[in-house]
């Protein structure tokens, strides 16, 4: 099994940036997909980026060009930098680990964009 836990959420002011990370533990597999999902108030849960073993990453349309996933497989962590964020990036952030049939959640982390 493969346990997550997330770190770095607050308040940010409109434009504003913030780094999210997530530290992951167990039965970690040489090859694997992270990524992070987020879930705003009154929105459904939506797949923000995920990121595999080689670097190879995809984002939602939503957050393309402010927002950049990054892994470092020697301390098994993941990261996610976000940048001139918007009142509507406010959502709990959820990090995600998958490896054949092996999927792990952590707990979230809430972030949230206001002035």
């Known amino acids: 099994q493969v346990q997550l836990v997330e770190s770095g959420g607050g308040l940010v002011q409109p434009g504003g940036a913030l780094r999210l990370s997530c530290a992951a533990s167990?039965?970690?597999?040489?090859?694997?997909?992270m990524g992070w999902y987020r879930r705003a108030p009154g929105k459904q849960r939506e797949l923000v980026t995920i990121?595999?073993?080689?670097?190879?990453?995809n984002y939602a349309d939503s957050v393309k060009g402010r927002f950049t996933i990054s892994r470092d497989n020697a301390k098994n962590e993941v990261y996610l930098q976000m940048s001139s964020l918007k009142p509507e990036d406010t959502a709990v952030y959820y990090c995600?680990?998958?490896?054949?049939?092996?999927?792990?959640w952590g707990q979230g982390t809430q972030v949230t964009v206001s002035s």
């Open positions: 990121i595999t073993t080689s670097g190879s990453a």
């Open positions: 167990g039965s970690i597999s040489q090859f694997s997909a």
């Open positions: 995600s680990y998958q490896s054949g049939t092996i999927v792990s």
